[in-house]
Nanobody, 117 residues
Framework: QVQLQESGPGLVKPSETLSLTCTVS??????????WGWIRQPPGKEPEWMGA???????YYNPSLKSRTSISRDTSKNQFTLQLSSVAPRDTAVYYC?????????WGQGTQVTVSS
């Protein structure tokens, strides 16, 4: 059974870079046809897809966030990472990592990130 776990700071200051890591267990991030991604949900708003990385390492980004978002991976640790630069209070949200071959079938529990000075 594949499990995902997000990790990273819960509080980030405005203008800094947010960095979150998703550790995958029970499956490999290089498995063909599986895509791994990041989704966030600000308070009172709908979930927002931020970006993804596939088994070959190709990345995909939400156009509205592309200029500030970077997704990478460490295959030796079976982890993938989100970096969001120049954060502002509007980036406060619960951040989730997820994976699947047809839709997001597996999710992490989510981690609250607050942007505040």
């Amino acid at each position: 059974q594949v499990q995902l776990q997000e990790s990273g700071p819960g509080l980030v200051k405005p203008s800094e870079t947010l960095s979150l890591t998703c550790t995958v267990s029970g499956g490999s991030i290089t498995t063909n046809s599986v895509v791994w991604g990041w989704i966030r949900q600000p308070p009172g708003k709908e979930p927002e897809w931020m970006g993804a990385i596939d088994a070959s390492g190709t990345t995909y980004y939400n156009p509205s966030l592309k200029s500030r978002t970077s997704i990478s991976r460490d295959t030796s640790k079976n982890q993938f990472t989100l970096q969001l630069s120049s954060v502002a209070p509007r980036d406060t949200a619960v951040y989730y990592c997820a994976g699947g071959s047809q839709g997001w079938s597996t999710w992490g529990q989510g981690t609250q990130v607050t942007v505040s000075s």
